[in-house]
């Protein structure tokens, strides 16, 4: 894996205590005698790509390997990549749906895969939501009852179920159609059941696999800010997969792209924009507007200049770092010398309209 180093808004490194998911070597193998072909080989490697092409080689089926990552508490961490590539593979290995060949899962610290099927069955009730693709939802249950579902599991009381059901409802946007049928509704309120299904528990984790790639455009980006709207409120983990940049740059803290089961580099938008470890990272973002990546904060620290922050009209406004360059340029028709630049109550320095030309007309290069 390899990872680039971010400037300005960059987010704080990761420390042990922040961590809520992490993924050591996680290897899967798919095939015949798969475990105990992986057990073999691997004693003969000690690389992770020799160990593939081997296990390649044995005609075996490598859909994820020697992947490795953090997820913080509270962050919208982003899986994308080709059909194929793992991801769906690596989402359902953090909540053991897919058993790992090899590797550990941790969450909070403490080994998923050590777990035994009763706690394993409690963490998945209790702790995690998953919405799926397909939406998963039960054909002759009510928008009500697919809801109360997981609760149901859980063991908890009729009474119970149906007042969180109904909060969970809510929430989602979608009062008044308890009674309905899943066939009653659209795909995009279909898919509102199925979130508001995996939020019904409560869970510290939440796993979306291409949750909106099934909805049109506009009920898509509809579903994204309802999406950002929740997390806003509700602060969870999360891991989302999708095969759209553009989705991923609207929700992501950090994007992981997977190429052939292998992580191939993981950071902030930003990061993966500017600098793409190779071809196949570049070619995910070369359509993407830069002035919807780069920030005033990355822009700021790299000419901190006190001069120019002596030099601005009382009265100049002071934008968060983190604002992109599309935001902060309609900011220039009013105030043409710039603007300042703070970031967690620290000033950055100053950002001037010459400063976001210079920086948007630089070509972007893959490293
Ligand atoms: N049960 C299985 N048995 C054999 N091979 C499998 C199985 N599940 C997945 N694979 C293979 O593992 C690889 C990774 O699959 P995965 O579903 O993780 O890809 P993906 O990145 O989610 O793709 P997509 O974007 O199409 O959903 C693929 O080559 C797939 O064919
Ligand atoms: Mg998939």
Not at 6 to 13: E, F
Not at 150 to 177: F, H, M, T
Not at 265 to 272: A, D, K, M, N
């Amino acid at each position: 894996m390899s990872t680039t180093n971010t400037t300005g808004d960059s987010k704080d490194a990761i420390t042990g205590s922040d961590v809520k998911i992490s993924c050591r070597s996680v290897w899967k193998v798919y095939g015949d005698n798969a475990d105990a072909k992986f057990q073999a080989l691997s004693k003969h490697h000690t690389n992770a790509n020799p160990l593939r092409q081997s296990l390649i080689d044995e005609g075996l089926i490598v859909a994820a390997a020697d992947v490795s990552f953090d997820v913080r508490a509270g962050e919208i961490f982003i899986i994308m990549g080709l059909s194929g590539s793992g991801k769906s593979t690596m989402v359902r290995c953090l909540s053991r749906l897919v058993e790992p060949t090899s590797g550990e899962v941790l969450l909070d610290g403490e080994d998923l895969l050590s777990a035994n099927d009763k706690e394993l069955i409690k963490i998945r009730r209790h702790r995690m939501g998953m919405v799926f693709q397909n939406f998963g939802l039960m054909p002759h249950l009510t928008v009500l009852e697919n809801i109360g579902f997981p609760l149901k599991l859980q063991g908890r009381s009729s009474q119970d179920r149906q007042a969180r059901a109904k909060e969970v409802i809510k929430l989602v946007g979608l009062a008044g159609r308890e009674d309905s049928f899943p066939r009653e509704l659209s795909g995009g309120q279909q898919q509102r059941v199925g979130i508001a299904r995996s939020l019904a528990v409560e869970p510290d984790v939440w796993l979306l696999d291409e949750p909106f790639s099934a909805l049109d455009p506009l009920i898509r980006r509809q579903m994204q800010d309802e999406f950002l709207r929740l997390q806003s409120l509700l602060n969870k983990t999360i891991v989302f997969i999708t095969h759209d940049f553009l989705e991923a740059l609207r929700l992501a803290d950090r994007i992981a792209i997977m190429k052939d089961g292998q992580l191939v580099q993981v950071g902030t938008p930003t990061e993966l924009v500017l600098n793409p470890v190779n071809d196949y990272v570049a070619e995910f973002t070369k359509d993407v507007p830069r002035d919807r990546v780069i920030t005033v904060g990355e822009l700021a620290i790299d000419a901190a200049n006190e001069n120019l922050s002596k030099q601005l009209p009382e009265g100049t406004p002071t934008i968060n770092g983190g604002t992109t360059l599309d935001s902060v340029m309609p900011l220039f028709e009013s105030h043409p010398h710039g603007v300042s630049v703070e970031h967690k109550g620290e000033n950055l320095g100053v950002v001037t309209p010459a400063m976001v030309i210079k920086a948007l007309a630089q070509q972007q290069q893959p490293a």
